[in-house]
């Protein structure tokens, strides 16, 4: 079944894509998709630890992945009701994908938390969400998770349940296995994820059953992965492209996820190789460095058949490289958190220019629009507005945040994406610019609020600005504009990227530092990003690299640290 070649020649008249609704929606709960698989395909391979010690990798085939899942859930009903939040602290490993079924069946809300996260940017999280259980790995790449928990505790009043995944065993063998499940739909809540925009203040986007069931599952089908495929997972589980798109979107296909640690390319062409691999996300550095590896030429990667990408520009050349070099098939897909995922994607027969240069068209059962940015009208073909989408697609809301949802979610239902765009008369969308200043490096998003607050409370910072810049290896990279409280006396740059790191997951720090004794403004005193992001393209200032030997990529081989 490929439904997205049932509009891919249609023609529009505006800026407008009706819903195409050839394709049914799946109105069931993520439990329910797995009870359906473990039915159909039962002895099917489903997860694969996807380790580098090939000899210590654990499966589970769908019947066995779907037993568990009931012992978690049966485990989480001793401690916790229908409901209640709770949050997974961890990098990608298998308990992470069962506690997300797990919970689906105990009808719970798993709150997603990035394992980089440091002590403030965890005890956000867990108390706006009041999360009152946290799943977390004691220790993660030389850090010690128990320790910054620890000193997260005093302020968190609502968390009273804390397993550490070490004990993960005694915690499922906890449950009481005649415990009754209980009914869940799928317009339940299932998960939180956190996300950002204009307020600066991470929000958490509510995301339901029906939503992250069908949106998976539909760029599942329309990117090309076939039924019992296989994806080799190396985008993150706390991000909807891991948790979201690779483990439901498999699921979906009835096909084995193959969950990779982390992003190391000797690890995944390894692991295309030896579980033979069909499909995979991945964003351009990824791309990037697995063609460039040694291992490649050794690597026997025939089963690869496609490869998605996104979450930042991705070249043309870099497309044409990957299809003769890979010899498989490409799509480019653009979404976001609250829309669970992603609401176009490219075709594999499109050119190499509409590969690069636009985002593709709408999914099935979604509702897009290019709107003026002032009066909310719908615009002529080819006119620059925001773009929003309506349909089964959009979150729930913003957790505890009404003013935050209602600033995004139309009471028609239109959700606005903050992003700025063009369609043209096929219904091709190409991103103009972002109504939000968001950074994305190396494919994962950054959010210049938070860390212009963390810099601006420094004793020897009077104000910061956050930009990005571009950069041939991540795509963009995180710039700091800083303006001392004495010109005579700033601070170092190495002294304040220490401050950052003190305080915030590596990803987020700033690389590049410039100073200035003031910056542009509009009349009314708005500080003029812009002109400061062409001022250090141009050259007219000159940033100072800063960045630590322990913390970069040559070291760990990982993104999204």
């Not at 210590?56 to 012992?71: K, P």
């Not at 499109?350 to 003026?372: C, H, L, R």
Request: proline share 6%.
């Amino acid at each position: 079944m490929n439904y997205g070649n049932l509009s891919h020649s249609a023609q529009v008249t505006e800026s407008y894509w009706p819903a195409d609704r050839s394709e049914p929606l799946l109105d069931v709960t993520l439990g329910q998709l797995l009870r359906q698989a473990a039915l159909e395909v039962p002895d099917r391979i489903a997860l694969v630890e996807g380790c580098p010690d090939a000899s210590s990798r654990r499966r589970w085939t769908y019947a066995q992945l779907l037993l568990e899942a009931e012992r978690v859930a049966s485990a989480l009903l001793t401690r916790f009701q229908p409901g209640e939040r709770i949050a997974i602290w961890a990098p990608n490993i298998p308990e992470w994908e069962l506690l997300q079924l797990g919970a689906s069946l105990a009808g719970m809300v798993l709150v997603t938390v990035n394992p980089a996260f440091k002590v403030h940017e965890l005890t956000y999280v867990l108390r706006q969400s009041r999360a009152l259980g946290l799943f977390y790995l004691e220790e993660y790449r030389g850090t010690n998770m128990t320790a910054i928990l620890a000193q997260a505790r005093a302020d968190l009043p609502d968390l009273r349940e804390v397993v550490g995944l070490a004990g993960w065993q005694e915690f499922v063998a906890s449950g009481n296995p005649s415990v009754q499940l209980p009914d869940v739909r799928p317009d339940d809540p299932v998960q939180i994820q956190y996300t950002s925009g204009t307020t600066g203040l991470p929000k958490g986007a509510i995301l339901h059953h029906r939503g992250i069931v069908n949106a998976s599952r539909f760029m599942a089908e329309g990117t090309g992965l076939e039924r019992g495929g296989v994806w080799v997972n190396a985008m993150p589980m706390f991000h909807i492209g891991g948790c979201g798109l690779a483990a439901v979107g498999t699921l979906a296909q009835h096909g084995k996820h193959v969950l990779v640690p982390g992003f190391d390319a000797a690890l995944v062409l390894e692991l295309i190789e030896s579980e033979q691999g069909t499909f995979m996300l991945a964003v351009p550095t990824m791309l990037t460095m697995l063609l460039d590896h040694p291992d490649r030429a050794r690597r026997t990667l025939s089963t690869l058949r496609t490869v998605i990408s996104g979450a930042s520009i991705v070249p043309a050349a870099l497309v044409r490289r990957v299809q003769k070099e890979l010899d498989c098939q490409f799509s480019i897909v653009f979404g976001q958190t609250e829309l669970h995922g992603i609401i176009t994607h490219t075709h594999h027969d499109d050119t190499p220019e509409d590969q690069s240069e636009t985002i593709g068209q709408p999914m099935a059962q979604g509702e897009v629009k290019i709107v003026d940015i002032d009066t909310n009208q719908v615009l002529p073909i080819g006119e620059q507005g925001e773009i929003c989408t309506r349909g089964y697609q959009t979150m729930l809301g913003y957790f505890d945040m009404p003013e935050a949802t209602a600033a995004t979610l139309e009471p028609e239902g239109w959700l606005h994406t903050g992003d700025l765009g063009t369609m043209d008369e096929r219904g091709y969308l190409r991103i103009t610019g972002r109504l939000k200043d968001m950074i994305i490096r190396g494919g994962e998003n950054i959010y210049p609020r938070e860390v212009e607050a963390l810099l601006s409370g420094h004793p020897r910072v009077a104000n910061a600005v956050i930009i990005g810049v571009p950069d041939e290896k991540w795509g963009e990279q995180v710039a700091a504009v800083i303006q001392p409280v004495s010109p005579e006396k700033p601070p170092s740059s190495a002294e304040l990227h220490d401050y950052c790191r003190a305080h915030l997951a590596a990803y987020k720090t700033p690389k590049l530092w410039c100073f200035v004794d003031q910056f542009p403004t509009t009349a009314t005193g708005k500080i003029q990003k812009f002109v400061l992001r062409e001022r250090v393209e141009k050259g007219e200032l000159v940033p100072i690299r800063v960045e630590r030997a322990t913390e970069g990529f040559d070291r760990s081989r990982h993104l999204f640290q």
